[in-house]
């Protein structure tokens, strides 16, 4: 059973920044992609960043040139520096690990950590 562990959420004014951290631990033997979604009430679930193992990112355009991802050391890690916060960023980040078993790709999510930002 792969596991996630988000942590770094909480609440910050407009401006400001934050950096969330996601750690997977179990059986992972090849990953796909790592990435972050957010969710806010009443909205679907929606992409905010992506990283392949090959170092390759996708952003969404409303977080491109404040929000960067990478990787870490271990491979296993994800990071999002978030930089100048604003109100609509306020939502639960769920961190995303696709992982690759022989041909088949699995898709896990971490708990979520909400992200509040005041104006």
């Known amino acids: 059973q792969v596991h996630l562990v988000e942590s770094g959420g909480g609440l910050v004014q407009a401006g400001g920044s934050l950096r969330l951290s996601c750690a997977a631990s179990?059986?992972?033997?090849?990953?796909?992609?790592m990435g972050w979604y957010r969710q806010s009430p009443g909205e679907q679930r929606e992409l905010v960043a992506a990283?392949?193992?090959?170092?390759?990112?996708n952003y969404a355009g409303s977080v491109k040139g404040r929000f960067t991802i990478s990787r870490g050391n271990a491979k296993n890690t994800v990071y999002l520096q978030m930089n100048s916060l604003k109100p609509e960023d306020t939502a639960v980040y769920y961190c995303?690990?696709?992982?690759?078993?022989?041909?088949?790709?699995?898709?896990?999510w971490g708990q979520g950590t909400q992200v509040t930002v005041s104006s």
């Open positions: 179990g059986p992972i033997f090849t990953i796909d992609s």
């Open positions: 995303n690990v696709k992982v690759v078993i022989m041909t088949s790709v699995y898709e896990y």
């Open positions: 990283i392949t193992s090959g170092g390759n990112t």
